[in-house]
């Protein structure tokens, strides 16, 4: 079992710093697709052309953590007696 648990707000869903590095990612390799530039593709999604061209390279993965939304736990009202 984990030592720590990583829950996050439900109206925020989107912005986390993971979760924008994984679209940014997305949209990199699909802007590449149609625009060889860096620094087009940097200027389009308003990022650095240093993340672009790290983004670029073979191998690189997007950041992901295993945090969870508050929703996505399921819990009875029992559940909120335990904490």
Do not use: H
Request: hydrophobic letters at 35%.
């Amino acid at each position: 079992m984990p030592d720590t648990i990583n829950l996050r707000v439900d109206s925020l869903k989107g912005s986390y710093y993971d979760e924008k590095g994984v679209l940014d990612y997305k949209n990199v390799i699909e802007l590449n697709k149609e625009i060889k530039n860096q620094s087009e593709i940097a200027r389009r999604l308003n990022i650095d052309v240093s993340t672009v061209n790290r983004m670029l390279k073979p191998g690189f993965i997007p950041f992901r953590t295993k945090a969870k939304y508050f929703s996505d736990i399921e819990r009875s009202s029992e559940w909120f007696l335990t904490i």
